[in-house]
């Protein structure tokens, strides 16, 4: 364990393995808060369930199926990455295309895990961000998908990285990762509400404000300029590119989840090199 590219190498295929998993929480997530919002909804007012009830749909339960002729997916061809280059990116039964984005995901789940465990070494540290590279990961997808940050993944993160900066296991003191904390809510707040009473739109969701909050717990206060620099000036190019070439429309929501994701990985990995690059005069 003294070498970190050796256990980097190690942790890449068990990286490999949470991805394929991870696939299940992005698509999986999202349906389940929507058939509990409806159930809590349909309780509030006393109304009759619109839809019958359904059977049971967790992150385990039913197993895996292909969306096009519902045959059930074998141990073989859920082997992350390779599977999917083995069955030629098809459904083994009906040859329906599989999309690229789940050996995708796997791979980036892999890649990740491996520079987690290369940048931070054998540490109980290492645990905890890998929790957090994962969740980052699950966030992205859903915002993109749903443009959604659930509390469920967003709060829990925020309160783990003061209960770790408690307990001083990273490298963020708890001063430094509360008031990162209140900032990162308090900053994005503020601009939204001066977006909103300047021009009357809503310009991010709230989701936005709790996810840069979580950031700052655990990468405390002093990173936060630099996670909004990167994530905005990203997020911009990427928002004009897509309207230049690809042609966007004007006023369309953007996700702005993965960029702060993103960003805050990357302050994760490299918060020494871009603080510098940052306050280089």
């Known amino acids: 364990m003294s070498e970190p590219l050796l256990f980097a190498v190690a942790l890449f295929p068990f990286g490999l393995v949470i991805g394929s998993f991870l696939n299940v929480v992005i698509y999986r997530f999202p349906v389940m808060l929507e058939r509990q919002w409806r159930h809590q909804a349909e309780q509030f ?5 619109a839809i019958a ?57 892999g890649l990740l895990t491996a520079a987690i465990g290369f940048h931070f070494g054998f540490t109980l540290y290492t645990c905890f961000a890998l929790l957090l590279t994962w969740s980052l990961l699950v966030l992205v997808f859903i915002d993109i998908d749903h443009m959604l940050l659930p509390d469920d993944i967003t709060l829990p993160l925020l309160w783990l990285g003061l209960a770790i900066a408690l307990l001083k296991i990273g490298p963020v003191t708890l001063s430094d990762a509360v008031i990162g904390a209140i900032l990162g809510y308090l900053i994005l707040w503020l601009v939204y509400w001066g977006f909103k009473l300047a021009t009357g739109k809503e310009g991010m969701g709230f989701g936005d404000f709790k996810l840069l909050a979580a950031l700052g717990a655990w990468l405390g206060w002093q990173a936060l300029p630099t996670v909004i620099l990167i994530s905005s000036v990203i997020g911009a190019a990427i928002g004009i590119i897509a309207l230049i070439f690809f042609g966007g429309q004007r006023g369309k929501p953007i996700p702005f989840g993965p960029y702060l994701a993103g960003a805050g990985w990357a302050v994760l990995i490299w918060s020494q090199q871009l603080n510098a690059l940052y306050l280089r005069p």
Do not use: D, M
């Open 53 to 109: 009830e359904q059977a049971t749909f967790n992150l385990a339960i039913p197993a895996s199926t292909c969306p096009n002729c519902s045959s059930r997916i074998s141990a073989w061809q859920n082997i992350p990455v390779i599977s999917y280059l083995i069955l030629g990116g098809k459904c083994h039964q009906c040859k329906a295309p599989i999309p690229v984005r789940y050996p995708l995901v796997e791979l980036s789940t």
């Open 45 to 49: 007012l006393e109304i009759e369930p």
